[in-house]
C-alpha cells in the first residue's frame, strides 16, 4: 500500500498556484499539430464518446512508436564500420524497415477507423431516435447509468420479435463442425442459443452482449477485420472472463471453421478468399503480440501460436516471413522483461531497518536537485515501460472473488515493483530528513529535496513529485518544528497544493492535464514526459472496475465499462512510450535504487534523536520505542 499522506499546507488560491508554478503553456490553436488537435480525445468526447477517444488516444501511440522507429532507422544509417559489419548494419535496416511497414499499416488502419467512427457518430447525432434501425440490434433505453453507478437493471428486456446480429455470417459457421484447430466435438461455449449471439448497441456504440458475442466480434474473417479500438478493449478486459489461452484457442477455432478450414479436404474454399483470411488471422496475432506481449509467457499460448502459424503458413507460404516477424519482436520483448526481472531478483531492495550505521549525505551523492529529478525520471520510465496495461485487469481479478479456473494467472509482478518503488522513495527522503543530528544539515537536505520536487513537477514526473511530499510529510519529519521553522517552505506550500488529495486531486487533475496538453504538442522529448502519481491512476482503475457492474442482470458483459477502462489504460501506454532523454548518471541510480532506508521505528527514533519529545503523546511513544521487548518464556 502506498503511504498515507500527513495534512498538506493550503495555498492561497489554486489561481495562483497555477500561474506561479506551471512552467509549461498549452499549445497554440494555430500550431503545426492542427491536424492532432482536431483528434484530440478531450475535446470531442462529449461529441463522439469514449469509443472514438480509445480508438484516438491508440492512434496518438501509433504515432510515438513511428518517430521512435524512423528515428532509429536514421541512426541506423549513420553507423559507422566500427559498430559493426555491412551485413549486420542490413540486417538491422531491414528489421526496421519491415517494423515501421507494419506500424504504418496499424496507423492507417486506426485513421480509417478514427474517421469512420467520427462520421458514423456525426451522422447518429443528427438523426431523431425514429430514425435509428431496429432490425438486426438491439436497442437499449435513451438514458444510462454513468460509469461509476451500480447498473440497477436491465435497461434493455428482450425482444423476441428481434434477431440479434452476429458479426459474422452463420452461413460459414455450418461449414462444418466446432472443436480445435485439427477438429472434434463442438465446446459448450459454440453451442448456445442463436440469441445469445446478439450485440446491443446504443447510438452505434456497443454497450453490451454475451461472451460469444463478443467473441465473434473479435474474430476476423475474409472480409471482416475487427475495429483495432474494440479489439484492445476486448482483450484487456475479457480476461476477467476468459483466460487468454482459452481466448486465442476460441477465436483460432470459429475463425477456421467458419472459413470452412478446419477439415483436410479444402478444395471447396476459394483461393482469394482464403489468402484474405489468413492474413486477417496473422494481423490479429500481431497485434496481440505487440500490445500484450506477457500473455505469450503463458506456454498454453504459445502452443495455440504454434499451431494457428503452422497452419497458417501451409495455407499460405508468402506469409512466413510476417510470422517469423511477429515471433521474433514478441521474443525480444519477452526477453527484455526475463532481464529486468532478473535484475530485481540479483539486487533486491533491502527491507527498511530500525538503525543504519551510516547514512551518506545525498548532496554528496549527488549535488545538483535538476539531475536528481532527472535520475528519478530514467528510473520512473524503466519501471512504468515494463508493466504490461493487462496487469491492471488481472490486479481486479486477483481480489474478486472470481472462480478458480482464472487463479492460475497472477502476474501483477512488475506493478507491484513500481509501487514498492515509490514507498521507498518516500522512506529514503525521510530516512535523508532526520539522519542529520545538526538542525542547519537537516534544513539544508530538506530545502534541497523540496527543489528536487519542483524540478520533478517541471519535468512532468509527478510520481516522484508525491513521493517526495510524501516523505516529508511522514511524521518522523513534520514533527522537526524547530528544523521547519528555519526552511523556505513557500515553493514546498505550492507543491503540496498541486497534489492535495481534497476534491478527489481535483488540483493534480487540472495539472496532469496540462501536461498531457504540453505532451500531445511537444517537438522536444523532454516535453513528452508524463509520469502519473501512479497509486491514483490504480485507485481510479480499481473504483471503476469496483463502481459499475462487469455483467448486467440479463447475464450480458457490459462492454460500457470496457470502453472506460481501455480509455483510461491506453492513456498510461501513451505514458509508459516516452524514451528519457536525460543523459544517465550510473552511480546516482544505483545510489536510489540500492540505498538502504530507516523503518517507522527507525524514523521514529532518529526523529527523536534531532529533536526530543515535546508533548505527552510523543513522550509515551519515546518510552515505548526504548521499552525492550518482552522475551518469549522458555517453555
Not at 447510438?203 to 453490451?208: A, E, F, I, N, Q
Not at 529529478?373 to 520512473?380: G, K, P, R, S, V
Not at 532526520?434 to 529535496?449: D, G
Not at 458483459?557 to 489504460?569: C, E, G, M, S, T
Amino acid at each position: 500500500m502506498p503511504i498515507k499522506m500527513g495534512s498538506l499546507k493550503e495555498a492561497k488560491t489554486q489561481k495562483e498556484t497555477v500561474q506561479k508554478s506551471q512552467s509549461w503553456s498549452e499549445p497554440s490553436m494555430e500550431s503545426s499539430t492542427t491536424r492532432q488537435q482536431r483528434r484530440d480525445p478531450s475535446r470531442h468526447r462529449e461529441i463522439f464518446g469514449v469509443q472514438l477517444e480509445v480508438t484516438s488516444l491508440l492512434l496518438q501511440g501509433q504515432t510515438r512508436k513511428l518517430l521512435v522507429l524512423q528515428w532509429e532507422l536514421e541512426s541506423s544509417s549513420n553507423l559507422s564500420s566500427a559498430h559493426g559489419s555491412l551485413k549486420a548494419k542490413e540486417q538491422l535496416r531491414s528489421q526496421l524497415i519491415t517494423s515501421i511497414e507494419r506500424v504504418q499499416a496499424q496507423f492507417d488502419q486506426l485513421e480509417r477507423e478514427y474517421t469512420h467512427q467520427a462520421l458514423g457518430r456525426l451522422r447518429n447525432s443528427a438523426k431523431s431516435n425514429r430514425s435509428q434501425p431496429a432490425i438486426g440490434i438491439k436497442q437499449t433505453h435513451k438514458t444510462r447509468p454513468t460509469i461509476f453507478g451500480t447498473v440497477a437493471g436491465d435497461q434493455s428486456p428482450r425482444d423476441n420479435t428481434k434477431r440479434g446480429l452476429p458479426q459474422t455470417p452463420k452461413g460459414g459457421v455450418q461449414r462444418g463442425g466446432y472443436g480445435s484447430l485439427e477438429g472434434g466435438a463442438a465446446p459448450e461455449w459454440a453451442t448456445l442459443p442463436d440469441d445469445d449471439n446478439s450485440l446491443v448497441y446504443e447510438d452505434g456504440v456497443l454497450v453490451s452482449g454475451s461472451l460469444h458475442a463478443l467473441v465473434q466480434h473479435a474474430t476476423p474473417t475474409a472480409t471482416y477485420y475487427p475495429d483495432t479500438a474494440y479489439l484492445f478493449a476486448f482483450l484487456l478486459s475479457s480476461r476477467l472472463f476468459i483466460k487468454p489461452h482459452e481466448l486465442l484457442q476460441r477465436i483460432c477455432e470459429l475463425g477456421f471453421t467458419q472459413q470452412g478450414l478446419q477439415e483436410e479436404d479444402i478444395s471447396g474454399v476459394d483461393k482469394e478468399t482464403l489468402e484474405k483470411f489468413v492474413v486477417h488471422i496473422v494481423q490479429l496475432l500481431g497485434e496481440w503480440s505487440e500490445t500484450f506481449p506477457y500473455d505469450f509467457r503463458d506456454e498454453r499460448v504459445m502452443s495455440s501460436v504454434r499451431t494457428m502459424t503452422h497452419r497458417c503458413i501451409a495455407l499460405q507460404p508468402s506469409l512466413r516471413r510476417d510470422v517469423t516477424q511477429i515471433l521474433h519482436n514478441l521474443l525480444n520483448k519477452l526477453t527484455l522483461l526475463e532481464r529486468y526481472e532478473e535484475g530485481l531478483t540479483k539486487h533486491p531492495v533491502a527491507p527498511p531497518a530500525d538503525s543504519l550505521t551510516e547514512v551518506a549525505d545525498i548532496t554528496d551523492v549527488c549535488g545538483s536537485p535538476l539531475v536528481m529529478a532527472q535520475q528519478l525520471t530514467h528510473i520512473e520510465l524503466e519501471r512504468l515501460g515494463f508493466i504490461g496495461p493487462e496487469e491492471f485487469v488481472q490486479a481486479f481479478a486477483k481480489e474478486s472473488n472470481i472462480d478458480s479456473s482464472y487463479k492460475d494467472l497472477k502476474k501483477t509482478n512488475n506493478l507491484e515493483v513500481y509501487v514498492q518503488w515509490f514507498n521507498k522513495l518516500s522512506y529514503m527522503v525521510a530516512t535523508q530528513a532526520v539522519s542529520h543530528v545538526k538542525k542547519k544539515q537537516r534544513v539544508r537536505v530538506i530545502e534541497w529535496w523540496i527543489e528536487v520536487a519542483r524540478e520533478s513537477f517541471n519535468i512532468g514526473n509527478f510520481n516522484s513529485l508525491m513521493g517526495i511530499i510524501a516523505g516529508l510529510n511522514m511524521s518522523p519529519v513534520s514533527r522537526l518544528k524547530k528544523t521547519w521553522s528555519k526552511v523556505q517552505t513557500a515553493k514546498f506550500s505550492v507543491l503540496e497544493h498541486q497534489m492535495d488529495p481534497t476534491s478527489n486531486f481535483s488540483s493534480y487533475r487540472s495539472t496532469l492535464k496540462a501536461a498531457m496538453w504540453r505532451s500531445a504538442g511537444a517537438v522536444d522529448d523532454r516535453q513528452k514526459i508524463v509520469i502519473p502519481f501512479f497509486s491514483l491512476l490504480v485507485k481510479d482503475l480499481y473504483f471503476l472496475n469496483e463502481g459499475c457492474a462487469s455483467r448486467l442482470p440479463n447475464s450480458y458483459i457490459n462492454f460500457d465499462k470496457f470502453w472506460q477502462l481501455a480509455k483510461q489504460v491506453t492513456e498510461f501506454m501513451a505514458w509508459k512510450q516516452v524514451t528519457c532523454p536525460f543523459e544517465k548518471v550510473s552511480h546516482v541510480i544505483t545510489y536510489l535504487q540500492g540505498t538502504p532506508v530507516l523503518s517507522e521505528t527507525g524514523l521514529a527514533l532518529a526523529s527523536f534523536e534531532c529533536e526530543g519529545p515535546d508533548n505527552s503523546y510523543e513522550k509515551e511513544r519515546y518510552k515505548n520505542l526504548h521499552r525492550p521487548d518482552p522475551q518469549p518464556s522458555s517453555s
